[in-house]
């Protein structure tokens, strides 16, 4: 079993920058993929990105590309997403999840374990 904790998030201003994280319990994860969605209120959850067990390759939705970053420690057990340029829409939810597999998928139906979920608002 594996449990995945939240950290970061909270209130910034359009144009900021913030650095969620997601620390790995009650296992290694170093051999599984991890992505990151989100959710809107009244929208279903969305792909965000996710990154190869190895943190050589990632990959991200159209609408973050160029301005998150995925990262990951696995000496740590940690994964990171970096946000900056956040607008209002990036206003959601966000959420780490563990796929048990070497690469991780659009879909959230593919994951395996999910963190509780932090709060990002953006004030324009």
């Known amino acids: 079993q594996v449990q995945l904790v939240q950290s970061g998030g909270g209130l910034v201003q359009a144009g900021g920058s913030l650095r969620l994280s997601c620390a790995a319990s009650g296992r290694t994860v170093s051999a599984y993929a991890m992505g990151w969605f989100r959710q809107a209120p009244g929208k279903e959850r969305e792909f965000v990105g996710h990154?190869?067990?190895?943190?050589?390759?990632?990959y991200y939705a159209d609408s973050v590309k160029g301005r998150f970053t995925i990262s990951r420690d696995n000496a740590k057990n940690t994964v990171y997403l970096q946000m900056n340029s956040l607008t209002p829409e990036d206003k959601a939810v966000y959420y780490c999840?563990?796929?048990?597999?070497?690469?991780?998928?659009?879909?959230?139906?593919?994951?395996?374990?999910w963190g509780q979920g932090t709060q990002v608002t953006v004030s324009s």
């Open positions: 990154i190869t067990s190895s943190g050589i390759s990632t």
């Open positions: 999840a563990v796929r048990r597999g070497f690469s991780g998928t659009y879909d959230p139906k593919e994951y395996d374990y």
